[in-house]
């Protein structure tokens, strides 16, 4: 993100958008805001954009199962399985998610018995978390019937031929977006010779062009199978209520932000803020100490203005108050905030509370000690986070990532198609916030262009030709799950903290 080939690129900081002072301007026209709530945004009426989503016809998932005993029966030389597969999920909790729904669709290519993934203990994350932990394995393991079995364990036969040690069995290196032919060409002959084969890391390793009862697989692992576990489920569907109460005065409805301002995500970006000196020393010892000399190679060079430039800074929370006033969100906008511990938080926060003084997270959201089992563990915060801002009326993505990628393709899932996003343009935003001679109306119409903009990407649908895939299915789920959707009337009951939605929704009927 920060570091590119030494090529000469000063002069940069004299570029439109290249300098932070995003909290001067704030400071500037914040008369203007105070005052502007004449015209505010009604929560209701945020999305305009309509499209009919069209579903594949036939609809592959009514006779999935039956397509899968065929299919098992037509690459299998004998009857039962080819054998067991184990893969290690690497990364936070959505990259997790990926491998999990990439094993789930491998195991069905290869007819294999998927043995539960094992969760890696990740340098940056540090949460020890394992499947169990975050996940429902009943409900991932029942919801799979009839299109892959999955166990627990491997049978106590092949553990013995590994000294009851998984880690004992070769690891299989798979490369990155591998695509059918090679797993059928290359992987099965290996896992029916070995009854057992264990793939780690397993973060991309599968192609998203894959045939539609592959594909299928992903949908019904991420949408059906993967239930947060009781733990995460019960306090995320408090918060979802406590969120929904809190949020009266716009019937119910509320904003959610995955703010990625915390301290080692502003030292990877290598963007500067307002901090001066001080925060430069104070950055370059955490990037040494979490990187251990990433950033001093001698062929490389910071330059911070270029990334500002070209959109790579992480939003800061005032000018995410600035967007989302600008827009036309009022003070009376109940907000909440998905993020870990914001970087310098009482400083920063200050000037968001002030444009939204309706702002919450999950610490002020629950008590200490509903929190106190989470804590050390990020990947349950995140799912907390995640599940939050999934039933939020609006979602904000601030920063790229595996976050935002699979929270915007679940929301598509559930709301007909449409992700409900603001993905603002950065590269725009920090010209803008740059300006010290904008006037607060030039800024409202700029940040209105960028809000019908997000509304119209929201409910883009990638064409999807057979076999040639170019997105995400994570990000766009549609048209593929969209026969798992058409299918199933009650996807609510199937997700966290539904049925607080719905017993909202009823009782604002």
């Not at 001067?24 to 026209?29: A, G, I, P, T, V």
């Not at 502007?36 to 929560?43: G, I, K, M, V």
């Not at 067991?84 to 669709?105: E, F």
Request: charged share 20%.
């Amino acid at each position: 993100m920060c570091v590119g080939p030494f090529s000469g690129f000063w002069g940069y900081a004299s570029v439109p958008g290249s300098v932070y002072r995003s909290y001067e301007n704030f400071q500037r026209l914040w008369d203007d805001i105070r005052l502007d709530n004449s015209s505010a945004l009604q929560l209701s009426s945020v999305w305009k954009y309509k499209r009919r989503v069209k579903v594949q016809k036939p609809c592959p998932n009514s006779t999935a199962r039956n397509h899968f005993s065929m299919y098992r029966t037509s690459i299998m030389e004998s009857p039962g399985s080819s054998g067991y597969l184990i893969v290690d999920a690497n990364g936070g909790l959505n990259q997790q998610r990926s491998a999990i729904c990439n094993a789930v669709a491998v195991a069905g290519l290869l007819n294999a018995i998927l043995v539960i993934p094992r969760f890696e203990l990740n340098s940056v994350w540090r949460d020890p978390s394992q499947f169990g932990d975050i996940y429902d394995e009943e409900h991932f393991i029942n919801n799979l019937k009839g299109y892959v079995n999955v166990v627990r364990e491997l049978p106590e036969a092949l553990m013995e031929r590994y000294d009851q040690n998984i880690s004992n069995i070769p690891n299989f290196r798979v490369q990155a977006w591998a695509t059918v032919n090679y797993y059928l060409g290359v992987v099965l002959p290996i896992l029916r010779d070995q009854r057992v084969i264990r793939i780690a890391p397993f973060a991309n390793r599968l192609t998203m062009n894959v045939p539609s009862h592959i594909q299928l697989l992903r949908c019904i692992t991420n949408y059906k199978a993967l239930k947060f576990s009781p733990p995460i489920s019960s306090l995320a569907e408090k918060l979802v209520s406590r969120m929904i109460e809190r949020s009266s005065m716009t019937g119910g409805k509320y904003v959610s932000v995955h703010l990625r301002f915390e301290q080692d995500m502003v030292a990877f970006s290598c963007c500067v803020y307002e901090g001066g000196e001080a925060e430069k020393l104070k950055m370059d010892s955490f990037r040494e100490q979490e990187w251990k000399g990433k950033f001093k190679r001698k062929d490389r060079v910071i330059v911070p203005a270029l990334n500002r430039i070209e959109g790579k800074c992480p939003l800061t929370p005032v000018e995410v108050g600035l967007m989302l006033r600008g827009m036309g969100f009022d003070n009376n906008t109940s907000i909440y905030i998905a993020s870990g511990k914001i970087y310098q938080a009482e400083k920063h926060l200050a000037p968001l509370q002030e444009m939204f003084p309706l702002l919450y997270t999950k610490e002020s959201l629950a008590t200490p000690d509903e929190l106190a089992p989470f804590e050390g563990h990020s990947s349950k915060l995140a799912a907390l986070d995640y599940t939050v801002s999934l039933f939020s009326e609006v979602f904000v993505t601030t920063q790229g990532g595996n976050f935002p990628q699979f929270l915007m393709g679940h929301r598509r899932f559930l709301f007909n198609g449409h992700s409900k996003t603001i993905k603002p343009d950065k590269r725009k935003l920090v010209v803008l916030l740059q300006d010290m001679d904008i006037s607060w109306k030039a800024f409202k119409d700029e940040m209105e262009v960028m809000l019908a903009e997000s509304d119209r990407k929201g409910m883009m649908v990638p064409r999807v030709k057979k076999f040639n895939r170019k997105t995400s299915i994570y990000t766009y789920p549609l048209p593929e799950c969209a026969c798992l959707q058409s299918s199933n009337n009650s996807t609510f009951r199937l997700t966290e903290g539904a049925n607080v939605l719905n017993s909202h929704h009823e009782s604002t009927r």
